[in-house]
């Protein structure tokens, strides 16, 4: 049995031009990511459990000696009443 060649042999053939290649004209799409309601909350629930483990320990003898003094009216005076203000604009701004 023969087998006829096909073709030439020739290793180096000039290649065939397929032309350019086609391009998708597609405008680019952004990432996005939505979040539902419900893990907001879950976060947010998360979030301010962490800041309660963070905070210290309630101290109740701090607490008592403190009530007692705010009863006190010789105690709140002026420059109490401004150390204190002072004291939570920083906290809550500082």
Do not use: C, H, W
Not at 27 to 35: A, E, H, V, Y
Not at 62 to 82: F, G, H, Q, S, T
């Amino acid at each position: 049995m023969t087998i006829d060649r096909v073709g030439s042999i020739d290793p180096i053939q000039p290649g065939k031009k397929t032309g350019q290649a086609n391009q998708v004209n597609q405008t680019p799409r952004k990432d996005s990511i939505n979040i539902s309601s419900e893990a907001v909350e879950r976060a947010e629930i998360y979030r301010v459990k962490e800041l309660a483990a963070a905070a210290p320990e309630i101290r109740t003898e701090k607490v008592e000696e403190l009530k007692i003094r705010m009863n006190d009216p010789a105690y709140m005076n002026k420059e109490v009443i401004n150390a204190t203000a002072e004291k939570l604009i920083d906290v809550l701004f500082g």
